[in-house]
C-alpha cells in the first residue's frame, strides 16, 4: 500500500518560543490550536488542488486520509496527515464507453486521469474492454475496465493506475499542498498568539 506524508513547516513556532522567553507553556497552548486547526484545512485544501490537476472526486481524496492523522497533543505538539491507498482502477476516473457494447470499435476504451492530458485510449495487450463488476447497489461500482490476461475469456484482471498518494505527492501538487500548510500554520499561529497575549494583558489589568 503506497503512503505518503505531509509535515507543516514549524520554523514559526521556533521563532516565537525564541521571542516569547518565559511564556513558553503559552506558546505551547497557541501552537497547539494552530496545528489543530491547520490539519483540517490542509486536509480540505488537498480535495481541491488534487481535483483540479487529476479527474478524481474530492471526496475520495479526502477520505484517503482516514486513519492517517496524528493530532497533537498537550505534551506532544507533532503533528502529521498520511495519505493512504492502492493504485486505482479505472472506474475512478472518467472512461468511455460508460457500458459493455458502447463503443463502436472493439477495444477502444479511452480514459481521463490527468486533466492536462485529457482523454487517452488504453492501450493494454490484448486490449481492455468494458464490463459489469456484478455490483447490485446503484451506490457500487457497476461497470469497469477490465483486460485478459491472455486469448482464453479467463482469467480477466483490472488495469490499474496512480493512487491518491502518488497524486498529492506530484511534484507541483506537492508544493501546492506544502506551501499552503505552512501558510496557514504562520497564520494561525499569530493569531493564537495574539489572542493569548491579549487574553493576558487584559487578565493583568484586571488585576486576575
Do not use: C, W
Not at 518565559?22 to 501552537?31: D, K, L, N, P
Not at 479527474?55 to 506532544?76: D, L, M, Y
Not at 475496465?145 to 480477466?156: D, K, Q, S
Not at 506530484?170 to 493569548?196: C, D
Request: avoid cysteine; proline fraction near 5%.
Amino acid at each position: 500500500m503506497a503512503n505518503r506524508e505531509i509535515f507543516v513547516d514549524t520554523r514559526q513556532v521556533n521563532r516565537l518560543t525564541i521571542e516569547l522567553r518565559g511564556f513558553e507553556a503559552r506558546v505551547g497552548v497557541a501552537t497547539y490550536h494552530a496545528l489543530q486547526r491547520t490539519i483540517d484545512q490542509t486536509i480540505t485544501q488537498v480535495g481541491r488542488i488534487v481535483p483540479r490537476a487529476y479527474a478524481i472526486k474530492a471526496k475520495e481524496v479526502k477520505e484517503s486520509f482516514a486513519g492517517g492523522i496524528k493530532r497533537p497533543t498537550s505534551s506532544n505538539l507533532t503533528a502529521s496527515i498520511t495519505s493512504k491507498g492502492h493504485t486505482l482502477s479505472l472506474a475512478h476516473f472518467p472512461f468511455t464507453p460508460r457500458a459493455p457494447g458502447g463503443s463502436r470499435r472493439r477495444g477502444k476504451v479511452a480514459v481521463t486521469i490527468k486533466k492536462s492530458g485529457g482523454k487517452k485510449v488504453v492501450n493494454t495487450n490484448p486490449l481492455p474492454f468494458v464490463a459489469t463488476t456484478g455490483a447490485r447497489s446503484a451506490d457500487l461500482t457497476q461497470f469497469n475496465v477490465f483486460r485478459r490476461e491472455g486469448r482464453a475469456r479467463f482469467p480477466i484482471t483490472v488495469p490499474r493506475t496512480l493512487s491518491i498518494p502518488q497524486m498529492i505527492t506530484n511534484e507541483n501538487v506537492g508544493e501546492q499542498i506544502q506551501e499552503f500548510a505552512t501558510e496557514k500554520l504562520n497564520a494561525r499561529l499569530e493569531h493564537e498568539i495574539t489572542r493569548a497575549m491579549t487574553s493576558m494583558s487584559d487578565s493583568i489589568r484586571r488585576g486576575n
